[in-house]
């Protein structure tokens, strides 16, 4: 069985910083993209950041030049390093990965998710 847990959410006040790290864990045999994906009250689930086993990225035109995805093959951890936090960035964070299990089967596995909070 695959699982993705985050960690490092909490409350920053606007101009701050918070890094996120996902870690991915279980019977894996390989981890194609893994992304960030945030989803704010009464809003729809949307993507902020995506990394793939290449190491190309890309962002939502909202946290460009604020935001970076970075990953760590050797440990399946992928990261989101978070600067100059605005309030409308107040969401839950959750990560994902496309992961192949060693039996084979490949799936999209979600983490359970972390409260970020840009408030004064």
């Known amino acids: 069985q695959v699982q993705l847990v985050e960690s490092g959410g909490g409350l920053v006040q606007p101009g701050g910083s918070l890094r996120l790290s996902c870690a991915a864990s279980g019977s894996i045999f390989s981890i194609d993209a893994m992304g960030w994906y945030r989803q704010a009250p009464g809003k729809q689930r949307e993507l902020v950041a995506g990394i793939r086993s290449s190491g190309s990225t890309n962002y939502a035109d909202s946290v460009k030049g604020r935001f970076t995805i970075s990953r760590d093959t050797a440990k399946n951890t992928v990261m989101l390093q978070m600067n100059s936090l605005k309030p409308e960035d107040t969401a839950t964070y959750y990560c994902?990965?496309?992961?192949?299990?060693?039996?084979?089967?490949?799936?999209?596995?979600w983490g359970q998710g972390t409260q970020v909070t840009v408030s004064s």
């Open positions: 994902n990965g496309a992961i192949q299990d060693t039996s084979g089967y490949e799936d999209l596995y």
